[in-house]
């Protein structure tokens, strides 16, 4: 996937979401990721000020 746009521009792929004010979430935790498709997986919380990747099929499988 190519994420230049022109001569000095470019396009950022990622989606960004930020946590911050989520009192319940705590080191040791799990997000819940719904798919558009419509699974659902946990991957853990990631650490204070910092970036995840979460990729499909990654994550634990929830019910």
């Given at each position: 996937m190519a994420t230049d746009g022109s001569y000095a521009s470019a396009?950022?792929?990622?989606?960004?979401?930020?946590?911050?004010?989520c009192g319940d979430l705590e080191a040791g935790g799990e997000l819940e990721v719904r798919w558009p498709w419509g699974g659902r997986e946990g991957f853990p919380v990631p650490p204070p000020g910092r970036y995840a990747t979460l990729q499909q099929g990654d994550g634990t499988p929830l019910p």
């Open positions: 396009r950022d792929p990622r989606l960004l979401f930020g946590l911050g004010g």
